[in-house]
């Protein structure tokens, strides 16, 4: 157990030390993939690519949860470990079995799924055995206002999120790859809406779990995926004369 706790220790803080050396390397480069992908990379379609590569983030969690013995674990009951497990699982569910299957993106590098895939292996442990054996819930903690305050955000941000991919997705025809400026939902204040969602989802987790991990995990996603929506918001002013000025990158009315 002290092997494992001292991973999920190990794992969290390699996600908080290295956000702001992906977040850096972001504002330098982009990361090679959708609009920003190399012409000549070896590529996976975009269906079976955002399958494999979400998918462990479910499985992992999942093996974990129904593991005989997990259920006893240090949290007392489980109640609020299990439904939070379950929350990280839905977020994981929609994107590698409904979004995968309804994408109509361009092919992903096969480094970027290898990537995305480890990623989320580890990430996938990390979350579940650090709810099932590393913090503390009390038996009211589903009454807690910090609990009810964190899976409200949590499920305002998947709402964001869904909502800002459908019109993304809705923008392009079958076999289409157009770029057209997107409108409707968040999209009306920043570039990135799909990516201030999942941003949302991650803080409102973390509030909710109130587990280091979590927080590692959403201060990792706003250093990764908050500099892409500002590479976006730069591409969409370069590509489109009529791009609405008045909408920001990734923070409604400020950035």
Not at 233 to 250: G, S, W
Request: hydrophobic residues 45%; charged residues 15%.
């Amino acid at each position: 157990m002290e092997c494992c706790e001292s991973a999920v220790s190990s794992l969290s803080w390699a996600l908080v030390l290295g956000g702001p050396f992906y977040l850096l390397r972001q504002t330098r480069t982009h990361t090679p993939y959708g609009r920003y992908r190399a012409p000549r990379s070896r590529c996976c379609p975009a269906r079976l690519a955002w399958f494999l590569q979400e998918a462990p983030a479910l499985l992992l969690p999942l093996m974990l949860l129904l593991l005989p013995g997990e259920q006893g674990g240090r949290a007392g009951g489980r109640t609020g470990g299990t439904l939070l497990i379950c929350t990280f699982m839905l977020h994981y569910f929609h994107r590698s079995c409904i979004y995968a299957l309804r994408t109509r993106g361009q092919p992903v590098p096969l480094d970027i799924v290898l990537f995305a895939a480890v990623f989320c292996a580890l990430n996938g442990f990390l979350q579940a055995h650090s709810l099932l054996h590393c913090t503390v819930y009390p038996q009211d903690a589903l009454t807690q206002a910090r609990m009810a305050v964190g899976l409200l955000l949590f499920l305002f941000g998947m709402t964001v999120n869904i909502h800002s991919d459908n019109i993304l997705r809705k923008l392009r025809r079958p076999g289409e790859t157009v770029y057209r400026i997107p409108h409707g939902g968040l999209f009306e204040f920043v570039s990135g809406a799909n990516f201030l969602g999942e941003i949302l989802e991650w803080i409102g987790f973390a509030v909710a779990a109130g587990s280091f991990p979590a927080f590692a995990f959403a201060f990792f996603t706003v250093c990764s995926i908050g500099p892409r929506a500002c590479h976006h918001h730069r591409d969409y002013l370069k590509r489109f004369e009529d791009y609405p000025r008045c909408r920001r990158a990734i923070v409604p009315f400020l950035l």
